[in-house]
């Protein structure tokens, strides 16, 4: 019997969704994509991160879907979307070909949504944010707890002094090819530590273990490649649109200095959160307050035209 991939009831336990439909990319992967809520809603399309799905953000598609059309996909090799056939498929191009194709098959001309990306979800969007078909559809973005650069070399997940010493041990860390396992206790432990703040619930830790176990092995190693050179300082300028950004305090993946870094190179920063006792699991470890801000966000830059 397979493993639960999620939770199966409460608050992290995902919805129904309202439909599914499958977008075809660039190179012709396809992508699984879930909307919930009503059809003239104001549009939210939710991106996730590594080693995620879109059991990942059911928090807020609990909270959103009844006056909001939610759309949120598996990323490439994620959740319900095929792996790549090969190294080609593991690349920010892809990533932001992917994003293309899901806004292509969800709206419609014209129509704009606020784009909400965690962690290499951002990046992402980050990657995609220069394109004409992006800017079409994007009225403004929420990028949590990501970075642009410089991942391993400023990670914290391994408690040694910055340098050389500890980049090469974080990189094998992260890149391991070593299969995860069943959730137990000491996974959960493991988990918590890298990716979660040390006062985080149990069950939003489990939450977090069911989604992450979960991810392929070869998927997990071969998007740990692409992370592991990650270079978006560029993209970053060119995101034209409004753009706030989000961070824990206590992200030891993607530590504060990235999220400050990323307002700072913005060409149109509207805030930088910063929650405090928070780990680099923001839309699980604090729904409430990224949901909060996503409603923010809605309310200043979707416009909804009448009679859609």
């Known amino acids: 019997m397979s493993r639960p991939t999620h939770a199966l009831s409460g608050p992290y336990a995902p919805p129904a969704a309202a439909r599914r439909l499958i977008a075809v990319s660039a190179d012709g992967a396809r992508i699984h994509v879930e909307i919930h809520g009503s059809e003239g809603a104001p549009a939210v399309v939710l991106v996730h991160g590594w080693t995620c799905s879109t059991a990942f953000w059911a928090a807020q598609l609990r909270a959103l879907g009844a006056d909001h059309r939610v759309i949120a996909y598996d990323q490439r090799g994620h959740g319900r979307s095929a792996a790549p056939a090969d190294t080609d498929g593991y690349s920010t191009r892809a990533l932001a070909d992917d994003l293309e194709a899901v806004l292509a098959a969800t709206l ?37 707890s990501t970075g642009s650069s410089s ?84 993209e970053v300028g060119a995101l034209r649109v409004p753009t706030a950004v989000l961070v824990g305090l206590v992200d030891r993946l993607t530590p504060v200095v990235h999220a400050r870094r990323i307002a700072a190179a913005l060409s149109e920063c509207v805030g930088l959160t910063e929650l405090a006792g928070v780990g680099h699991m923001t839309p699980i470890e604090a729904p409430e307050a990224v949901t909060a801000r996503i409603r923010e966000l809605v309310g200043t830059y979707v416009q909804v035209k009448e009679g859609a």
């Open 108 to 144: 419609a001309p014209g129509e704009k949504a606020l784009l909400v990306g965690h962690s290499m979800g951002g990046m992402t969007i980050m990657a995609a944010g220069g394109r004409e078909a992006v800017r079409e559809h994007a009225a403004a973005v929420l990028l949590c």
């Open 151 to 234: 991942l391993v070399a400023e990670s914290l997940v391994v408690p040694l002094r910055a340098g050389r010493v500890r980049t090469r041990i974080t990189r094998s860390v992260l890149g391991a090819r070593a299969p995860l396992g069943p959730v137990t206790p000491l996974t959960r432990r493991v988990l918590k530590y890298g990716t979660m703040a040390p006062g985080a619930a149990p069950d939003k830790v489990d939450a977090c273990a069911r989604i992450v176990h979960a991810c392929p092995t070869i998927v997990r190693h071969g998007w740990s490649q692409v992370l592991g050179t990650l270079e978006l300082d560029v």
